[in-house]
C-alpha cells in the first residue's frame, strides 16, 4: 500500500519518525508536540474533508475546530502547546441517528457515530484512528458536551494518544475561518489538511466567561485563560464590535453568568504559573498584576463590559 511517496506503511513511519526527530533537534520543539501535531492534523484533515472552504452557510459546518489548537493554528510561534482537541457542535440536531429518551445521551451517541465514520476514512496517509466511546461531561456549551480517548495508529503501532472534547450548541454568529494546517507531511506529498476554525471573537468571549466563572467552594485554577487572554489582546486580531456580540452570545447561553462591567482581579497563587507561562510565550507582560491591567484596561476601552 502506497503512502504519499512511500512503498509501505512502515518506510512511511520510519522516515517520518527520522524527520520529526530532526526537526526536534533543529527547532528546539518538543518531539511529542511534534507528534500531537502530525496526528492532530491527519485527523482534523477526516473531518474536514467534505466541507466546502467556500461555504457560507453556517448550518453546513457540522464541526469547528476551537481551543488550544485553534489558537496554536492562528499564531504557530506564540500560543501554548496543548494535547487535545477541542470542537464546537453547533447543531448536533443536524445529526441521524438521534435515539434514545434522554436528549443529551442521544446527541452525545449520534456525534460521536459521526465522528466515527468520519475517522474511519481512508486518506492515503496511512493513519488509522480508534475512538473509544464518549464519557458524557457537564461543559460550557449549552446542550453540554463530552470527551473521548483517541488513539492514532501508524504501521501497526500507536503514533500518538490524546482526547477530544466536544461541545454541543454553541452559538456562533460568523462563517468559520479556514486554515492550512502545517506542512509537515510535503516530504511525503501529503498534502496539508484544511481546518474550519471556530470565530475568535467567541473564542475572547468563552475565555472571559471561563475567567468569570463563580466557582462555589474553591478558587479558580485555571491560569491559563488570562494567559489566553494576554494573548489575544497582543495578537492584534481581535475587532471589538465582533466581540461585543460574541460577548452577549456566550453569555446569553450560560444563564448563571452575565457579563462583567468590571472583571475580577486573579488569585495571587496565579503569580508563579502566570510568569512562566507568559515567559515561555514571550507575552508583552510577565507580571500577573500587570497582565490583569491591561486585560481589564482594554475591557473598559472598548465598552466591553455588562450594565
Known sequence: ??????????????????????????QGTDLQRLRRQVAFERLLARLFREQDARSAELTSMPWLLKGGYALELRLPD??????????????????????GDDETLSATQAVYESLQRSVDHEMGDGFQFVIRRPKV?????PQGGF??????????RVFASFHLDIGLGDPVLTVPEWIEGSHLLDFADIPPARIALYPLS?????????YTFPWQG??????KDLVDLVLLIDSGLLEPTALKRALAATFASRPAQRIPANLPSPPLSWQGPFQQMAEELLLPVVDLDAAYVLVEEYWQRHGLGGS
Open 78 to 99: 506564540r500560543s501554548r502547546s496543548t494535547v487535545d482537541l477541542d470542537f464546537s457542535v453547533p447543531n448536533p440536531a443536524g445529526f441521524p441517528s438521534l435515539t
Open 218 to 223: 474553591r478558587e479558580n485554577t485555571r491560569v
Open 202 to 210: 467567541q473564542h475572547f468571549a468563552e475565555k472571559i466567561a471561563a
Open 147 to 156: 470527551r473521548c480517548s483517541v488513539e492514532a495508529r501508524l504501521a501497526g
Open 137 to 141: 461531561e457537564q461543559t460550557g456549551a
Open 1 to 26: 500500500m502506497m503512502i504519499g511517496s512511500y512503498a509501505t506503511p512502515h518506510a512511511f513511519r520510519t522516515a517520518l519518525e527520522a524527520r520529526l526527530r530532526n526537526l526536534s533537534l533543529e
